[in-house]
C-alpha cells in the first residue's frame, strides 16, 4: 500500500475514533445539555469501510494461508475484546457508586440484566445475532464488532473454501446470526470494492481532492436536509414500523448507513488519488499516526464506559463545558492508555491461534483449501472480487 495512503488511512481511522467519543460525550446522558454533533454513527460507517478496505488488502498481499487469515482477525478482535469483557464491568461499577444518574436514561443503548450472559455473548460476537441487541453492561458501540464478525465470518469463508463446504458454510452462518447485519454488509463490501478497483482510479490530484470533498460533504449535507431521519420517522409513523425498528436496532437506519457507506467510499477514493502516489511521509509524522491509529480501536470501544463512569463522578459538577471537557479528556486519554497494553497481547494471541487452527486443518483437511497464491481472490466472477493483480 502506498505510504502516502497508509498514512492517511491512520490518521483517518483515528479521526474517525475520536468523533464518535465526541459524539458520545455529548449525548444527555453524560449530563450536557448542549446541543450534539451528529456524526458518531457515520464515523461507525467510516470503520466499515476501512474494515473492508483492509481486510481485502491483507488477503491479497499477505495471509495467503487460511490459519494465518483467520489467526490475524480474530487476534485482532479478541485482543481489545477479551480484555474489555472484564474490564467494563470494573468501570461500570466504579461509576454506579458515585450515583446511578447517567445510567438511569431510557434512551441509552445498554444493558445490565444477565451480566454473565452478555459478557459471554460479547466474546462469542453473538449479541447481535437475528433480533438479540445485547450489549457489554455499558458498552453500547460493542455491536458494531458484532457486525464486523461476520462479515469477516463471511469473507473467510467465501475466501479460503470452494464448491460444497462454500456454500454450506455461508449458509449456515446467515442461518446462525440472522438476515439482520446483511442490511448493513454493502457498506463493508464497498471497502473491498474499492481496494480491488483503486488501480482504475485516475492519477488526478484536484478530481481527487474534489472527491474527497464532495463525499464529506454528502454527508453533511444529509443531515442537513433531514436525510438521516427520513427512514426513522417513516418507521415510526405506524406500529408495524416501530416494530420492525425495534427489531433492528442498529441496522434500523440501514439505508441512511448505506448512504453514509458511499460518501466514504467517495471520499476514500478521492484520498487515494491524492496520496495513493506520494511515498516520501515524514517517518516521525508516518509513526505518530500509525501510532494514534493502533490506538482508535480501544478507543472507540472503551470510551463509552469511561464516559459513564466519569460523567458519575462528576455529575454534581455546575458547568456543563468543564464536565464535557473532563469527560471528553479523561475517556480519550484511558482508553488510549488501555490501548497501548492490550496491543501487546495480540502478537501472543495471534502465535496462539494460529497453532489450534492448523492443528484443525491437519485433522480436516477438505475443510479449507490449504494454500493460495498471494494477491488473488477465487476466480468465480464475482464484481465484488475481480481477479487483478495489485
Request: overall charge positive.
Amino acid at each position: 500500500m502506498p505510504k502516502g495512503f497508509s498514512s492517511y488511512l491512520d490518521g483517518f481511522r483515528f479521526i474517525a475514533a475520536v468523533i464518535v467519543l465526541v459524539y458520545h460525550a455529548m449525548r444527555p446522558e453524560m449530563g450536557y445539555s448542549g446541543v450534539g454533533i451528529p456524526y458518531g454513527p457515520d464515523a461507525v460507517m467510516a470503520f466499515f469501510v476501512l474494515s473492508g478496505f483492509v481486510i481485502a488488502f491483507v488477503a491479497g498481499t499477505k495471509e495467503a494461508s487460511p490459519a494465518d487469515f483467520i489467526s490475524s482477525r480474530l487476534s485482532r478482535l479478541w485482543t481489545v475484546l477479551l480484555p474489555a469483557v472484564f474490564i467494563v464491568p470494573i468501570i461500570d461499577f466504579i461509576g454506579m457508586t458515585a450515583t446511578s444518574a447517567p445510567y438511569s436514561f431510557s434512551s441509552v443503548p445498554m444493558g445490565f440484566s444477565h451480566p454473565l450472559f452478555r459478557m459471554l455473548l460479547s466474546a462469542t460476537f453473538t449479541g447481535e445475532a437475528w433480533f438479540w441487541s445485547y450489549s457489554l453492561l455499558s458498552d453500547g458501540p460493542i455491536w458494531s464488532l458484532h457486525f464486523e464478525f461476520f462479515y469477516y465470518l463471511l469473507f473467510t469463508i467465501y475466501l479460503f473454501s470452494a464448491g460444497y463446504w462454500r456454500w454450506t458454510f455461508i449458509g449456515i452462518t446467515v442461518l446462525l446470526f440472522g438476515p439482520k447485519m446483511l442490511l448493513v454488509m454493502p457498506v463493508w463490501i464497498g471497502g473491498v470494492l474499492l481496494y480491488r478497483l483503486r488501480h482504475f482510479l485516475p492519477h488526478s490530484l484536484w478530481l481527487g481532492a474534489a472527491l474527497m470533498v464532495v463525499g464529506a460533504d454528502a454527508i453533511i449535507v444529509g443531515h442537513w436536509i433531514g436525510l438521516d431521519r427520513f427512514w426513522p420517522d417513516f418507521l415510526h409513523s405506524s406500529p408495524l414500523g416501530r416494530s420492525i425498528a425495534l427489531k433492528l436496532k442498529f441496522a434500523a437506519n440501514f439505508p441512511w448507513m448505506n448512504y453514509v457507506g458511499i460518501c466514504v467510499v467517495v471520499h476514500l477514493a478521492g484520498a487515494y488519488m491524492v496520496f495513493g502516489q506520494a511515498q516520501a511521509v515524514p517517518s516521525i509524522l508516518r509513526r505518530a499516526l500509525r501510532g494514534l491509529a493502533n490506538g482508535s480501536f480501544a478507543i472507540y470501544l472503551f470510551h463509552y464506559p469511561l464516559q459513564f463512569m466519569i460523567a458519575a463522578r462528576l455529575w454534581y459538577m455546575q458547568s456543563d463545558v468543564d464536565r464535557l471537557l473532563l469527560v471528553i479528556s479523561g475517556s480519550l486519554c484511558i482508553s488510549f492508555l488501555i490501548g497501548l497494553w492490550v496491543e501487546r497481547l495480540r502478537r501472543p494471541l495471534t502465535l496462539s491461534i494460529n497453532s489450534v487452527l492448523r492443528w484443525i486443518s491437519a485433522r480436516v483437511p477438505r475443510l479449507f483449501t490449504p494454500h493460495r497464491k498471494a494477491n488473488t481472490f477465487p476466480n468465480v466472477g464475482s464484481i465484488i472480487l475481480p481477479r487483478h493483480t495489485p
